[in-house]
């Protein structure tokens, strides 16, 4: 079938099966290979993209489903103006390790600021707890949040 | 808010929490992983695993799948024909498929290399394979019984990396013995004043890296290279040049960025089964697994122990005996390791008069076990603490002064021949005891423990890397270091600049590509900033010297290196090289380690809902006893990472099985820490006695945290009233305890 919407803010057409999964979509037909591949049960969020700005695990999620809508994914965010003030923190608070859930956690992290949802340690905690990271013991991620939500630890 | 702190130039870049390398790449999403890799003309591969755990294999069928639109082959174990095709860098016990027989479930069997992943999947559904059931060891139990079923036969053969000394025969399904023998037992046990014992119970457990074991395998004119997700990418390269009968350096192994490791990415994993299906298949091949197909390719060893300690009326911990079985599952992977470490931390670090260790390593037909951050330690830690805290509290003694009565200081032997205790372990229980309160009011329900133990850290010292500047006065650093999210790279890039005086950001540090990254062993075992960092600072040391006696100065700064160039070479060219190693100063045995000792220290306030059991980790307290701290940022976020799986190793993880089916192989049920699993306080407390024998006096972290928070949480818990003798203390557990506590009527204490 025919699938035709946007992505990181151009539009894409493509052929696609009708069962296949929004992550194999962007990764193997869009090479945006910044969603990565883990659970398949949506339970750890790498594959996290925000469709209509709204996250959704797309191992789980049909890429027929994002039909005329709009799909962000990290390669998209980084070219945001946002992005930098979301590096900058991520950076200066070493939320990172080996990286496989960034991208993922950081479109959850960007969505939520954008609703304004994030005004306590509790929400963020919250908020995230559907993005697993197996590195970072979650701290210096929790404060890079609370410093860009300006939540104080 | 303030900016990214600029890192100082030259001499003072150790010390610093610099940036992290990796951050940029990895945030904009274009750190490459193995799975990202495309090779052109590559295929998909996917493995058929048995659904038995025990069972012979009558017949295999693959002319259906061979058929199918988009199929390129299907791998057996009768395309093997010309190789001895068994692998295992402990012991060559394990085929790259099943030959006549499969001893775990998930197992595999056959592979298909097809166009796409899909397909390939598909193609899985058309092998018909007969199987004939048979007996099942599932257990420890199971194994040691006298008329067992042997899960391998045949004698054990060593695999190139045992490193443990001579094989002994097998016994049954012990595959390997470990044994630590010292004083006079009985005697010490007969004139003590107080004596705890029990037997206990430790889950296996999944490492969980997110990103699974990924490879893509190409072979061509009798070369194999392999971009592969692994720690130990020089390992795996002999591996295969020994199983595919080619000269190690026709093997190249490409190692992208890891997303995680913990252990499950050390030694040979998925790379045998990879090269495999790509030589018959002519094309390259990624095998990417799935999460349930991970969690058979290793785990955590599960383990039975019994274990006794003596104490004297004068607080003095006297004795200790430990038996110990580690369920290594069908295959041997880092058992023998696994066992000897573990035997290794079993006494504690605790001055005794005698202990006595029997720590053995089992076959059963479960997935194989191998490496998790802070094996051994973590698996036995928590059962020591537990009876140095029962004895205290017999003897009216308070745990910490138990600790500071009985632990050995710096210089005293730890083990015959081995090396002695080369940190400060009063001191830094002391301050892990601070943080968390202790001696202070607790509410009801609420428990505090400590746990101090050592793990045997820095593997075999071999490593080496290389240095070259370039005319413009950079720097790259090539070094066989996999960075696996510990922040290797910016470590070195420190490292390196501290010595060559430049910005650290005019340091590149490479990733292993082992036709071009000399060799370092491992990526493990706490050992990278120790020994690998080393030989950077011995490489960045060569070739300041270089600089100095081009310049004529011992002060010249980085700004007139191009010039140097230019004076040297006669032109605006060349490259200076410097070149480091490290090697072990006696024999690199293992009974002459370890390198250094990694500190378990920490300390846990625990909160117990006593209706239903829920155990609550309110407060943690981590030592990183790092000798030297390089980045001490980096180091927090070491201890954070195992503080949290601590979390998870002493309250929910476990791998179910049932009758050697696992029962639980998604991440639905099974359950690792959240967000919402972070402790209200989290403490890691960084100490710098310089007493390390890496660059700097540093030695490594990362892993005690683990084994010390697991341990400690098990002696809050105890200490709110609820002793356990089996993790992960789940709700049903606890309260089932909480129960048989009432009506022995000792709840509430």
């Not at chain 2, 001895?84 to 499969?102: E, T």
């Amino acid at each position: 079938m025919r699938l035709q919407l946007q992505v990181n803010g151009s539009p894409a057409v493509s052929e696609i099966e009708p069962q296949e999964l929004l992550l194999d979509f962007l990764r193997d037909r869009l090479g945006l290979t910044g969603a990565k591949r883990s659970c398949d049960v949506q339970a750890c969020g790498v594959c996290t993209v925000l469709v209509d700005g709204r996250p959704v695990s797309s191992c789980c999620f049909l890429a027929a489903d994002a039909a005329g809508r709009e799909v962000l994914t990290v390669e998209g965010l980084a070219e945001r103006p946002e992005f930098e003030r979301l590096e900058n923190a991520f950076t200066r608070h070493a939320a990172l390790q080996c990286g496989f859930c960034t991208p993922g956690m950081l479109l959850t992290v960007a969505a939520l600021l954008e609703t304004g949802e994030l005004t306590s340690v509790e929400e963020v905690k919250r908020g995230l707890a559907g993005n697993l990271c197996r590195c970072t013991g979650y701290r210096g991620i929790l404060e890079a949040v609370c410093d860009l939500a300006e939540v104080t630890t | 808010m303030s900016g990214i702190e600029e890192v100082r130039v030259g001499a003072g870049a150790v010390g610093q929490s610099a940036p992290r390398r990796d951050a940029a790449e990895k945030l904009r999403g274009k750190a490459q992983f193995a799975g990202d890799i495309v090779v052109p003309r590559m295929l998909h591969g996917k493995v058929l695993r048995s659904p038995h755990p025990h069972a012979r294999i009558t017949s295999i069928d693959t002319s259906d799948a061979e058929r199918m639109a988009g199929v390129v082959t299907v791998l057996t174990a009768a395309d093997l024909a010309d190789l001895d095709p068994y692998w295992g860098h402990a012991i060559r016990d394990r085929p790259v498929v099943a030959i006549d027989r499969v001893r775990f479930a998930g197992e595999p069997v056959a592979a298909v290399a097809a166009e796409d992943e899909a397909t390939a999947a598909a193609a899985l559904e058309r092998i018909v394979v007969d199987y004939e059931e048979l007996d099942v060891v599932g257990t420890i139990e199971q194994a040691l019984a006298p008329d067992a079923p042997i899960v391998n036969e045949g004698p054990l053969r060593p695999g190139l990396f045992h490193g443990l000394g001579e094989l002994a025969p097998a016994e049954g399904n012990v595959c390997y013995r470990y044994r630590l023998d010292r004083g006079e037992i009985e005697a010490v046990f007969a004139h003590a004043d107080f004596v705890v014992e029990g037997e206990y119970t430790f889950p296996a457990v999944y490492q969980y890296a997110m990103e699974t074991h990924t490879v893509v395998a190409q072979v061509e004119e009798g070369e194999i290279t392999l971009w592969a997700s692994c720690q130990h990418p020089f390992l795996v390269r002999a591996e295969i040049a020994a199983l595919f009968q080619v000269p190690i350096s026709n093997v190249r192994v490409v190692v992208p960025y890891l997303g995680g490791g913990f252990g499950s990415k050390s030694y040979t994993k998925m790379e045998p089964i990879a090269v495999a299906l790509a030589r018959k298949a002519c094309r390259p091949v990624r095998i990417q697994n799935r999460v349930a197909e991970s969690m058979v390719t290793t785990r955590r060893h599960g383990m039975r122990c019994r274990m006794r300690t003596a104490l004297n009326r004068e607080g003095r911990l006297l004795g200790r005996e430990v038996d110990c079985w580690f369920d290594t599952g069908a295959y041997a992977d880092n058992g023998p390791r696994v066992t000897a470490t573990a035997g290794d931390a079993a006494p504690g670090p605790y001055r005794w008069a005698a202990y006595r260790v029997d720590a053995a390593c089992v076959y059963t037909n479960t997935a194989p076990a191998g490496s998790y951050r802070a094996f051994g330690a973590t698996h036995l830690q928590w059962i020591g603490e537990l009876q140095v805290d029962e004895l205290a509290r017999r003897a009216g003694l308070d745990p910490l002064d138990i600790r500071r009565l009985n632990l050995c200081t710096p210089g005293e032997e730890l083990r015959a021949g081995g090396k002695p205790l080369d940190a400060d372990l009063i001191g830094d229980v002391e301050r892990a005891a601070e943080a968390v309160g202790w001696g202070t009011d607790k509410p009801p329900g609420t428990g505090r423990g400590l746990s101090v133990g050592l793990l045997a850290a820095g593997a075999h010292p071999v490593s080496s890397a290389i240095v070259r500047m370039e005319a413009d006065g950079n720097a790259v650093v090539l070094v066989g270091t996999t960075e696996v999210g510990q922040g290797a790279r910016t470590v070195f890039a420190q490292i390196a600049a501290e010595e060559l005086r430049l910005p650290a950001e005019r340091v590149t540090v490479r990733g292993t590509d082992t036709r071009f990254t000399p060799y370092d062993r491992s990526t493990g075992a706490s050992r990278s900033t120790t020994v690998a960092g080393l030989a950077v600072k011995r490489a960045a040391e060569q070739v300041r010297s270089q600089l100095v006696e081009i310049a004529g100065s011992a002060d010249v700064e980085s700004d007139s290196y191009p010039e140097l160039f230019v004076r040297h070479f006669g032109l605006a060219g060349g490259e200076l090289i410097g070149r480091g190693e490290v090697a072990p100063e006696g024999s690199g045995s293992y009974a002459e380690g370890p390198v250094f000792w990694e500190v378990c220290i920490g300390a846990a306030e625990v909160v117990i809902d006593e209706d239903t059991g829920r155990v609550r980790v309110v407060k943690t307290a981590t030592v990183a006893d790092v000798g030297r701290a390089i980045n001490p940022q980096l180091v927090e976020r070491q201890d954070e990472g195992g503080t949290l799986q601590g979390l998870g190793n002493a309250l929910y993880e476990e791998m179910v099985y049932e009758d050697g089916l696992l029962m639980n192989e998604t991440l639905l049920d099974y359950r690792v820490p959240t967000f919402e699993d972070l402790p209200r306080e989290m403490h890691c407390i960084i100490v710098e006695n310089e007493d390390g024998p890496g660059p700097y006096g540093a030695k490594g972290c990362g892993e005690g945290s683990l084994a010390a928070v697991t341990a400690a949480v098990a002696t809050a818990v105890a200490d709110a009233g609820v002793p356990m003798t089996e993790l992960p203390l789940t709700p049903e557990r606890v309260w089932r305890r909480i129960q048989e506590l009432k009506e022995d009527g000792i709840w509430p204490r």
